[in-house]
């Protein structure tokens, strides 16, 4: 429903906003498309009864074409996607059943985006729970959509805005029955009740990401994409509220993260982004009060033995 | 001991309200100490119940310091905390004087308990310092943590929630020292437990 919101709120900027707003940096191929799917309603001739007609857009073929240019796609024609027959209206029904293209079929063994490790991504991804269940019906395009994907966790300077981008691909269907329905039959147990172990629920989830408990962290890749099983998702509070915090192999150690910090040491993301009970332990003020307390009990051992000496 | 050397110090409710407030400190400090250095695993209780203990008894000792400051503003015994400023150096030289040596060789009490004046000077300013500076402090920053929203999010470069605790963890240590020798000196007395005694009923020993 939140996504439906979101969608009317862009197409209404994209409506009103002209057809300026559909990009001029696009080729002209792609305006063409967007001509109608970048806005609520589209209107065509039809020839059977020789007049012009206006319709309303069905909104999950609506296109937010600010979001797509700034994607990494962005440069793309609609057409290098999708078939180029779907430049006559209305749509051949065939083209419905058009195979499209998978984040792997593009980039897996390209050795230009051997950073992003996508063939290891989806080893990981094919242990997860949602592969077990779905199989290729869950395709990386549920999480991330072709249009509109940016790397956020690698560009980011903020641990909120990683945080969000991230638990909003989960939310879009876990807190959506009809999209979470399009991969299963049942109905999602609502995630507030699940989580009502969690104090402060709305706060955790604006601060740490759920895949940071859903799963097991792997050094060497940026993004862990094996969600496993519920029975072993993190649920010690210790786990991040302690000095050793596994939050600082996850979500604290992006290096875009890092930077923004003026000595680059991890205690300053820390201070900077959240306030981690336990986890954030000033050595200085630990240091103070440990003599503090030790000057304390001394003073008061030395006087409690003069007061028995003397008083003799 | 007979009765006529005890007088009735302190009244029922502020016995109520210091046992009240004894239990909350106690339990916020230990609950602290288990948040803060939660990888030690201090007293061997859940991260979790740390967080509700504190969270209850930071909610209760809040309540029960309006209900001080309500008993303060109705009753007399405000006048315990009026601010004195004549002599008052050398009050509280005479007093330090006393713990530091007087204390030893059994010298008399400079300011001798009695219903005019139930704390000495010393005692009066660091409770003033405590229940009105200190122990407001610690309630608006824990209840800033409680509701964090309502804290400024940056301030410069740091996190506003990462500045309020810090705070709230210092004032925090310093009512633990405080409580520390609050404790030894009231177990000054001529038996070490007289003074936990008149807590609960009341009554003042003033035999010495």
């Known amino acids: 429903m939140r996504y439906f919101k979101l969608l009317l709120i862009f197409s209404f900027i994209v409506l009103f906003s002209g057809e300026e707003a559909i990009g001029s940096t696009l080729p002209e191929e792609s305006r063409q498309c967007l001509k109608c799917h970048a806005n609520q309603t589209y209107s065509y001739y039809n020839d059977w009864i020789e007049a012009e007609q206006k319709r309303m857009m069905n909104p999950f073929y609506i296109i937010d074409t600010t979001l797509f240019i700034s994607g990494v796609h962005g440069g793309f024609k609609c057409f290098d996607c999708h078939s180029s027959d779907y430049e006559t209206y209305p749509h051949e029904a065939e083209l419905k059943l058009e195979p499209l293209s998978t984040c792997i079929d593009c980039h897996g063994g390209d050795d230009t985006y051997a950073d992003f490790q996508f063939e290891r991504i989806e080893e990981e991804f094919q242990k997860s729970v949602h592969y077990e269940m779905a199989g290729e019906a869950f395709s990386c395009s549920k999480c991330h959509n072709q249009h509109y994907y940016t790397p956020v966790t690698r560009t980011s300077h903020t641990v909120g805005a990683i945080v969000s981008y991230s638990n909003d691909m989960c939310l879009s269907c876990h807190d959506n029955t009809l999209k979470y329905q399009t991969v299963s039959a049942g109905q999602g147990p609502q995630l507030k009740q699940v989580h009502d172990w969690l104090p402060s629920q709305e706060r955790h989830f604006k601060s740490v990401r759920c895949i940071d408990c859903h799963t097991v962290v792997i050094d060497s890749l940026m993004v862990s994409h094996n969600i496993m099983n519920k029975s072993e998702a993190l649920r010690d509070c210790n786990g991040c509220h302690s000095s050793n915090s596994l939050l600082k192999a996850s979500l604290y150690k992006y290096e875009n993260l890092q930077s923004r910090a003026s000595d680059g040491s991890l205690g300053s993301v820390f201070t900077n982004e959240a306030y981690i009970i336990g986890a954030n332990q000033n050595p200085l003020m630990k240091l103070f009060s440990l003599l503090l307390i030790g000057f304390t009990v001394l003073g008061i051992a030395a006087h409690w033995v003069l007061r028995v000496l003397k008083k003799k | 001991m007979n009765s006529s050397n005890r007088i009735y110090l302190y009244p029922l409710w502020v016995r109520i309200w210091h046992g009240v407030n004894a239990l909350g400190i106690i339990f916020l400090i230990i609950s602290g100490l288990r948040m803060q250095y939660a990888d030690v695993d ?30 303060n503003f109705v009753t007399t015994n405000k006048y315990h905390y009026r601010v004195e400023l004549d002599q008052l150096v050398e009050k509280l030289k005479l007093q330090s004087n006393y713990y530091l040596s007087g204390i030893f060789t059994n010298e008399p009490a400079p300011f001798p308990v009695s219903p005019k004046q139930k704390f000495n000077p010393l005692q009066k300013y660091v409770y003033i310092a405590v229940m009105y500076v200190l122990v407001p402090l610690l309630i608006v920053t824990g209840i800033a943590l409680l509701f964090p929203e309502l804290i400024v999010e940056r301030i410069y470069s740091f996190s506003g929630i990462y500045l309020t605790a810090l705070l709230h963890g210092a004032i925090g240590l310093f009512i633990f020292i405080f409580l520390i020798i609050h404790l030894y000196i009231a177990s000054m007395g001529k038996n070490p437990l007289i003074a936990f005694r008149s807590m609960i009923d009341g009554f003042h020993d003033v035999s010495h």
């Open chain 2, 42 to 71: 201090l007293f061997g209780f859940s991260f979790k119940t740390a967080i509700t203990l504190h969270n209850v008894a930071g909610v209760s000792i809040s309540v029960n310091y309006v209900l001080f400051l309500i008993g």
